[in-house]
């Protein structure tokens, strides 16, 4: 007897995707201690399919948390160290002479991994970023006439650091735009430190963490958080969110058309952390601030940590004035 | 039929019963046609659909009686206009009992269109528009649910409930908005109509026609309808002014109709303009109401001079020519719903002079029928005796009527003789037998008199005098040399006024008032008033001339536009209000239930807080209700957001189980609940 083939695998249950998503954050808060909010902050941002922005000082575990996503999903992993001198070749990859066959073949470069991170961004010169960021929002790499498609699931990490600015090259805001959420790691508590000085041995804390998911449950989670189901009025009250933030006064640019989309996306994923297959205001305000604030053009000149704090702060304040719908 | 469907169709059939009564309220339809309908109507009303079976048969009935319309109409038995509705009403009967469907919801409901218009052009009175406003809701209502259940699956409930608020309320801005178009848009006055609008409670009196037929009315007794409001000066002050009101005279009887010969020499007389003067006589300023029906001028005897006169008129108040017919009568000439003038009378029994009269008419108050039965002559010379001065001839015919015959106001029926039938048969009779009877009487021994018709009475009502329909009057004028005509009265005294019931009276007065102000502010609402009532919002009142000018509008200008605008603010803000509502009202209702709730316990959601914000925050305290909250927060968001329902009465258990939790929080909490009432 015939039997149809299932062309799909089926949609993962919403309780299901949670334990993964939990799995994933217990599994990161091996390497990252008291850091939970952020954590689960991250891999909101991997699951609904966007890159991360960590924008923070060295020495706070950025990368360890990269590394950490990388392992505990099981992706193939590239580091890439942004320096003045990188160029988009030793990003994307070069077509090299074979000459054995008298042909050129394209050798792919780090960004051909599943999880890449961009390791201090600000420093390439800008036209190196933009080779990164292109490839962030098409998904593939044209090179000499050629396509070259970036494996799936496919996720940028890119961290910058937001004091030290010398001899950087800013990203351009229509580049920042392209990051899903920007996050800060900040320092840990004073209680986490002096646990992690009596209990860290000389092995690296991302050696202890394992796989406890793959590739694949991270596509089907994604395509979860795309079937989301978001009610008309809360995808009313994300608009009026963003033209909040285009209406107010200490605001010289407000959330852009993709960044409304960024917040719908980010909300839906926020949505399986409660196990729901729809979103709820709830849910676009606990992602707000990392999804708007650094899309914010401010109308002070401030820049650093200092602009950051400021924009967190007035979309918390717009959050406040909006009305959720009841 | 399911229950949506049963309503709407009884909102249907409800409207299209308005629309006929807008028609019927004019009393001009033939009463087949108000039977058929009523009949129709009823029938719908019950549900049952008779006609669905035989859909064109009963359709083909109506062309018989189209037919027969047109005949009617054709032989002038009909009027055009009333014909026209009356098949409008039949088309919309018929269609009430055909099977329902949307092309005959449509179609009835275009019907009863057609019916408001036909009642429009029959009347446009008080109970018209009241006729039209129920239409108008009712066939909005009707329309609106079927447009909700022509939305909603097969098979699928149609969620009345939550609708019909909604459209009631859009039903009731619709109606405030036609009322401020009524109010703003400017109006173009032309009579498009060729009818006449007619008073909403029929025309009540009978009129004043050529003619008296003795026996041929009687039943105006007790019509409490006010037919004339009137300010005298000087002011009797008195609560039952008593007086004789003369319409006209007859002076011919022919022993069953009175009339009166010929007509005066001055006809189409132009109109009189009066001048103050004449102290010593009664000035009054008269109105005519609508239900007053007739042309006629109205004045207290005896009338010296009437002018200034003023037709009221569906496309505004305009000066008219009046009339001077026999009978001493004076008509208007236009026709009107109401008039007001002006009339100066002479106190009764002061007028040396009658006027001058032809031997014609002297002859004519001695003239008695041919057939007079002699026993009428005999009966006089009986109570007279050899008694020569009229006056006190009259006054002792009047006083002997009055002792020996009874009022009464059922009619005996056309008799050939209503005289001799009065006087020898029945002895009972109402004012024009007793009248007829004097003056007759009086005739047969030689005194001249004559029949006068009017009103008698005069109700005082704050700074006027009202007379009702059931003041109609007959008395009779004796000329007496040096005097004139003296009026004598044989009714007796008790009968002369209007005798309807008190209730009825107040009920009436009331009707008049608001149909008073409907006429004022409502039918005779024209562009000038609409100029005018601009202009008193911009312009300092008059007589403040001499005040010097102000640059900024008046104070009421400001008031008015502050009203205007917080009316406007709150309508926007009852709108804005309610549009978040209008899906998943169940659960923002439950919401709010559950955030009362909570707030007995001095559990208050912060600015721009969130009922799951709330339940966060009590699982981050480790509130004691924080258990009982979390998943009825979790099942609100699954009803708001998630497209999963509360169930019928679920959120009632829902509620009764965090008011549980409520009543066993420890007393800890319970402070705060006190703290906060």
Redesign the interface.
Known sequence: MNSPARAVSPLPSPTTARATLERVAANLSLAVQGKEKEVRLAVTCVAAGGHLLLEDVPGVGKTTLVEAIARSFALSFSRVQFTADLMPADILGAQVFHAQSATFNFRPGPIFRQLVLADELNRAPPRTQSALLEAMAQGQVSLDGATHVLPRPFTVVATQNPVDFSGTYPLPDSQLDRFLMRLSLGHPSPEVEARLLTTRDASSPIEAIQSVTSPEELADLRMQVAAQ?L????AEYVVRLAQATRAHGDIERGASTRAVLALGMAARAHALW?A???????DVRAVLGPCLAHRLLLRSANQGAYTRDEATHLLEEV???????? | MTRPNRLRLILRDLGTGAAFASMAVSGQLPIWALGLFVVALGVALTGRRPFARLPKLTAMLLVPLAGALYLAVASGRMDLVVAACSFAGLVAGQRLLSETSTATDGQVLLAGLLMVAGGAALSGELFFAVCLMAFAVLASLSLGLAVVEAAVPVGEPVPVRAVMRPLAVGTLFALLGAVAFFILFPRLNWNVGARRASPGLGTATSGFSDTVRLGGSGTLKSNPRVVLRATLTPDPLTEQLGAYWLGRTYDTFDGQEWSTIGAPKKRGRTRVTLRRGAETQVYQKVELLPAYGSRTLIALETPSKLGNALAHTPTGTRRTLLQELGGDELRFVEEGLGYSYEVYSVPPGTDTDPGKMEQLEHDQLLALPDNLDPRVTELARQVLGDEKDPLTAANKLSSWLQREYEYTLELGGDVTDPLTEFLFVRKAGHCEHFATALTLLLRSQGFQARLATGFFGGERIGDEYILRAGDAHAWTHVLVPGRGFVTVDATPPAFRANQSLELLESLVSIYEAIESAWRTSVVDYSFRDQMNFVRDLTRPPAGSGEKKRLDLPPLRAWVTAVLVGVAVYQAWRYLSRRKPRTRALEATRFVDAVERQLATVGVRAGDGETLEDVSARLTREAHPLAPTVSPLTRRYLEARFGQRALEPGESAQLLKGLKQAIAALPPKEKPREKAQA
């Open positions: 189901r009610d008309d009025t809360v409660e729901r297959d729809f979103v709820t205001p709830g959050s406040r004035k909006v009305p959720a719908p009841r």
